[in-house]
């Protein structure tokens, strides 16, 4: 690996925000970079331990014959060319995580702002018209272990929707019932109001061990 291949992979990176596939595969070019180094090393370890800065000549200034200087030189400058690249590659490591942390920083704000927004959406939907907030039935009793207690019904909850159903077209219990029937094994929006605030829910009516599909009753309110 070369300076050169790591400055091309640096530019290319700062073309885009650095993701974690990046982090990780300039953690395995590092890895790689210092297995290198190890193993050169150890062939000079091998060659009698002259390390990095033994001369290779001796006291009269002939070559040492006691270790192969061709190798020795070529194992030296292995190791300065690949500690070159490692420096470079822990300065991309390094910017790398600075741009995913910003980036992580960036999308929290954005995610903050797009909670704010909601929030401000359903306060602003709780509070419009009171026609669409009124109740059209009650849950009246909810049987342990059933549908409706699972999706997080509970006793008293006013239903203001019920899947298609809602306080505009809502006539009798038929109309849940219908609903219920065509919607078996699916996902219905229930949303109620509960101690004065409205909670949304999603019910899926299935077959259990008591009767029908979601285990409640359900009355209607006086309107």
């Not at 070369?2 to 395995?28: C, F, K, N, P, Y």
């Not at 991309?92 to 909601?118: G, I, P, S, W, Y």
């Not at 509970?154 to 029937?181: A, K, M, P, R, Y």
Request: hydrophobic content about 35%; aromatic content about 4%.
């Amino acid at each position: 690996m070369s300076d050169r291949d790591v400055g091309q992979s640096g530019s290319s990176s700062g073309a885009r925000a650095a993701t974690v596939s990046d982090i990780h595969e300039l953690m395995r070019r590092k890895e790689e970079i210092e297995a290198q180094i190890k193993a050169n090393y150890e062939v000079l370890e091998g060659q009698k331990g002259v390390g990095m800065n033994e001369p290779l000549v001796d006291f009269e200034g002939y070559p040492r014959a006691d270790v192969d200087v061709y190798q020795v030189r070529t194992a030296r400058h292995n190791i300065i060319c690949l500690q070159n690249d490692h420096k470079a590659v822990m300065k991309q490591v390094e910017e790398a995580l600075h741009q995913l942390h910003a980036h992580d920083k960036e999308k929290q704000a954005r995610d903050l702002a797009e909670a704010h927004e909601e929030a401000m959406s359903r306060r602003m939907s709780h509070n419009e018209g009171h026609s669409l907030s009124q109740a059209f039935a009650k849950v009246n009793s909810i049987s342990p272990g059933s549908p409706a207690s699972i999706a997080g019904l509970q006793v008293d909850d006013e239903i203001v929707e019920f899947g298609s159903v809602n306080t505009q077209n809502f006539q009798s219990l038929h109309n849940i019932g219908s609903v219920v029937q065509h919607s078996e094994g699916k996902p219905l929006n229930v949303t109620v109001i509960r101690r004065g605030e409205r909670h949304q829910l999603r019910l899926v009516p299935t077959r259990w061990a008591g009767k029908g599909l979601l285990g409640c009753n359900i009355i209607p309110l006086q309107r």
